[in-house]
């Protein structure tokens, strides 16, 4: 009886179909070398440049650190940000890794990632939807925040955002690695646990 019950396993387990990794939208997420295909933020102050800092300390890749000065008076900047295309009516999961180093982060500083859809190609237009993934706030060590959307059925485009906040007067430099937005193959199964 064994040997049959086996071979029933071994059966239905060949013809489950396997499951593909799901494809990241972006250009350049990891930060390899440089900041390539990201539009830099760069006004009031702020700054973005390559770090040699990576989640994973992978030799030769790196990822964005980002700076907002005590004297800058737009408190909730993006370091940087991407346009991807969409397909409407697609679920989405989005995100990244984020580093916000002790030493250069007050308190109640946060970072995060969020989303803008929008119905125009080329992230043109008034946005359609904006969600935030969750707020960072843990000191010297690599968080991954992330969240899904669903495109609405007229969606041609998404902007993913590297934000940050500080409080007024003080200074925040941070770092964003990993960023991702990923098609969903069903929405069933939107919460990552495949």
Known sequence: MRPIVALIIAAGAALTPAVAPAQNLLLNPGFDSNLADWDLFEAFGVTAAWNAADEHAAPGSGSLRGNLPASGTFRIPI??????????????????????????????????????????????????????????????????????????????????HLRVFAPTGTELSSNFDNVFVEALADALFSDGFE
């Open 79 to 160: 370091y940087a940000s991407q346009c991807v295309a969409v397909q409407g009516g697609t679920s989405y999961r989005f995100g990244g890794s984020v580093l916000l180093p002790a030493a250069t982060s007050p308190d109640n500083a946060y970072a995060t990632v969020f989303a803008n859809l929008y119905a125009e190609a080329a992230c043109s237009g008034n946005s359609s939807a904006h969600l935030a993934a969750p707020n960072v706030t843990l000191r010297d060590t690599w968080v991954r925040t992330q969240d899904t959307l669903v495109a609405a059925a007229t969606d041609r485009s998404l902007r993913i």
